[in-house]
Nanobody, 124 residues
Framework: QVQLVESGGGLVQAGGSLRLSCAASGRTFSNYVMGWFRQAPGKEREFVAAISRSGGSTYLADSVEGRFTISRDTAKNMVYLQMNNLKAEDTAVYYC?????????????????WGQGTQVTVSS
């Protein structure tokens, strides 16, 4: 199975942008539905975005629709989360996730593989 390593987090002012990257190891990356989740202090982990195996379908949480974009580069075994117009409420640890079974599993918040997370802090 793949292993996931996130990068790209940091401190940014409200209204700014960040791009998170997730590097996946292994040769079967294209078999996995990929997603991004986040967990803010004192809150439960929540779904942010997901992308199908082909990259042809993407899904975004209502709270980030119009501001975030998820994409994948199968040739590089990478998944990205472009975050624009960041708000203080976007502050959280962001996790990359993968699942081989179905998009439904990722959308339900139950992917089988998780990265270690990367901190995003948005200052107001």
């Amino acid at each position: 199975q793949v292993q996931l390593v996130e990068s790209g987090g940091g401190l940014v002012q409200a209204g700014g942008s960040l791009r998170l990257s997730c590097a996946a190891s292994g040769r079967t990356f294209s078999n996995y539905v990929m997603g991004w989740f986040r967990q803010a202090p004192g809150k439960e982990r929540e779904f942010v975005a997901a992308i199908s195996r082909s990259g042809g379908s993407t899904y975004l949480a209502d709270s980030v629709e119009g501001r975030f974009t998820i994409s994948r580069d199968t040739a590089k075994n990478m998944v990205y989360l472009q975050m624009n117009n960041l708000k203080a409420e976007d502050t959280a640890v962001y996790y990359c996730a993968a699942d081989r079974s179905s998009l439904r599993t990722v959308l339900a918040g139950r992917p089988g593989i998780w990265g270690q997370g990367t901190q995003v802090t948005v200052s107001s």
